[in-house]
């Protein structure tokens, strides 16, 4: 039997309190099950997806483990994209804030070199970045994993998904034999399986998987005729119209004609994947998160670990093949709680996948008639802030305080008005309610943030 109390663990109480005062008073099902094991230094394969809070179960345990006095590498996490880096490292950090002066570094592909050699060169603890990055560090001799005792591979799948075997296998061939592995994936397959077992000594595996339940998440299936599968889509919004939407798409091409497609039936879509430059997707990401635009195409790797809370509905454009990344996908809505509905396109060829869905989850399939959908000509879908770029950054000093500070002082918008703000190393973005973006760029055009003149944009 597992305890879901924290305090059962073999951790400090200071650790505990931390863990009370970030609001973590009991343990979720792969905490419970999979610490007891991490805490006693078990290599672990976890089958856990993002939400389950995964992260602290590898991270209370590799927290643990670490000498701040000894300023060398000691835990090393491979995440598959940088986004899911860079929430990685926010909840370790926050995790680490009982233990004082343990440094974390983040080495994520899309960023300078020099500023993450230098953080490296002044002592760290703990590298958190995505396998390309690490391993030019590694080349080039600016890393080094001798003194790793635990690494952890985060969204394993995901990263073979995206090629990185050989990377890691390279990776992996620079930390010690002795040292504790943790792998997380979402999804099982046989090249995981092959992975495990090269890499990872007498593991314990936990799983815990198909964790939303109906009452959370709505599930409804239409039957499309494949050259109508646009129109499909587009009933989908007119009837459901939901404000916050990730389509789900194979192909990256699939993606651009989606977006491009809803864009025409005005309905505001971005389109995400793999062939975006970063600053590109950042935009996208920003642009997503701030309500500035209401309907994400995405492929299954751009989506993964994309930081996007609260999401209405989830669609599949066109149903994956495995079950496994059905239910990752529709996981994506319905989170904390919240109702979240989940709609899936699928044409008379891909009958074979619902079924699969069917058996996986152990229940049938709602298939829904698109033809008694409300079509309610004349939908439009516009978001409800309206993203400003500035051409000032964390290197002018620009804080997000300074832009609000200006927005509402001198150029006279209430605090309302104004919405998320994010700083980027040279540019900065601010989203504004639509009926007030002219009033703000007027500002931006005379007005000034610290003393200096900043050029916005609207992006469009
Ligand atoms: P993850 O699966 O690691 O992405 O975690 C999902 C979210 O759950 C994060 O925002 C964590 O901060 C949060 N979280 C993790 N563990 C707990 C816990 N025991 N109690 C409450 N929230 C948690």
Excluded: W
Aim: charged letters at 20%; hydrophobic letters at 40%.
């Amino acid at each position: 039997m597992t305890s879901d109390s924290f305090s059962s663990l073999p951790i400090s109480s200071a650790f505990v309190a931390n863990l009370d005062s970030l609001g973590y008073k009991k343990m979720t099902a792969i905490q419970a099950q999979g610490l007891p094991y991490v805490l006693q230094g078990k290599d672990l394969i976890a089958k856990a997806k993002t939400g389950s809070g995964k992260t602290a179960t590898f991270g209370i345990g590799l927290l643990q483990r670490i000498n701040p006095r000894f300023f060398g590498i000691q835990a090393l996490i491979l995440c598959p994209t940088r986004e899911l880096a860079d929430q990685v490292g926010k909840e370790l950090r926050k995790l680490a804030r009982s233990t004082p002066n343990i440094k974390l570094v983040l080495l994520c592909g899309g960023k300078p070199f020099a500023p993450q050699k230098s953080s490296l060169e002044h002592g760290a603890h703990i590298v958190v970045g995505t396998p390309g990055r690490i391993q030019d560090h590694l080349s080039r001799g600016t890393l080094t994993l001798a003194g790793v005792n635990t690494l952890v591979l985060d969204e394993a799948d995901r990263m073979l998904d995206m090629g990185f075997i050989d990377v890691i296998n390279e990776i992996i061939a620079q930390t010690p034999d002795k040292r504790q592995t943790l792998l997380f994936s979402a999804t099982y397959p046989s090249t995981i399986k092959k992975m495990c077992a090269a890499i990872l000594q007498d593991p314990v595996t936990v799983s815990v998987e198909a964790e939303h339940t109906e009452s959370v998440i709505e599930q409804i299936f239409y039957q499309a005729k494949a050259s109508r599968r646009n129109e499909a889509l587009l009933a989908l919004f007119e009837h459901y119209q939901p404000e916050t939407t990730l389509v789900f798409c194979h192909t990256k091409i699939q993606c651009d004609a989606v977006a491009r497609f809803l864009h025409d039936h005005q309905i505001e879509a971005l389109a995400i994947h793999g062939d975006l430059e970063q600053r590109e997707r950042d935009q996208v990401l920003v642009r997503f998160a701030n309500h500035s635009c209401s309907v994400l195409v995405a492929t299954d790797v751009a989506a993964r670990g994309l930081d996007i809370k609260s999401l209405q509905a989830v669609i599949n454009f066109e149903l994956p093949h495995d079950a496994d990344i059905y239910i990752h996908r529709i996981g994506r809505t319905g989170r904390a709680g919240e109702k979240g509905i989940a709609l899936s396109l699928f044409i008379e060829q891909e009958q074979p996948r619902v079924k699969a869905i069917a058996e996986f989850q152990g229940k049938a399939c709602l298939v829904k008639e698109l033809d008694a959908l409300n079509a309610s000509t004349g939908f439009t879908l516009q978001s409800p802030m309206v993203t400003i770029q500035l051409d000032a950054g964390r290197r002018n000093k620009i804080r997000p305080g300074d832009l609000l500070g200006a927005l509402t002082g001198d150029a006279g918008l209430s605090g309302l008005q104004i919405g998320k703000i994010d700083i980027f190393d040279i540019s900065s973005y601010v989203a504004i309610q639509r009926s007030a973006v002219n009033k703000a760029l007027g500002f931006f055009s005379n007005g000034k943030v610290k003393g200096r003149s900043v050029r916005a944009r609207k992006i469009v």
